[in-house]
């Protein structure tokens, strides 16, 4: 088992764009992967799992991935969520010009 930390970057949260795409990466994977906060550990293969994991801005979030190419799926996860967050914090940067 492999895991990997990540913040939180985006005032929006986890909302239903970013949670579609790690679902979208996480399905391309045989491994067991999970999602988890503070308070909650979540199937990070479902869409309402991990909308119902309520993740807000600036917590730092947790992807464990046990089995078959559990490295290549935690890394391509976490790297989607890295430029997902920069490109939700660069739209929000334009918004407020």
């Known amino acids: 088992m492999v895991s990997g930390k990540i913040r939180v970057r985006s005032s929006y949260g986890l909302h239903l764009r970013p949670a579609s795409l790690l679902c979208q990466e996480a399905l391309k994977y045989s491994c067991h992967i999970m999602l988890l906060t503070d308070t909650k550990q979540v199937n990070a293969k ?3 799992g991990v909308l119902g994991a309520c993740v807000k801005y600036n917590m730092i979030i ?3 991935c046990d089995g078959e190419q559990e490295e290549e799926a935690l890394q391509s996860i976490l790297s989607l969520l890295d ?7 660069e739209m929000e940067h334009k918004n407020l010009s």
């Not at 430029?83 to 914090?89: G, L, N, R, Y």
Request: glycine fraction near 0%; aromatic fraction near 8%; hydrophobic fraction near 40%.
């Open 46 to 48: 479902s869409v309402l």
């Open 83 to 89: 430029k997902v967050f920069d490109e939700e914090c």
């Open 62 to 64: 947790e992807i464990q």
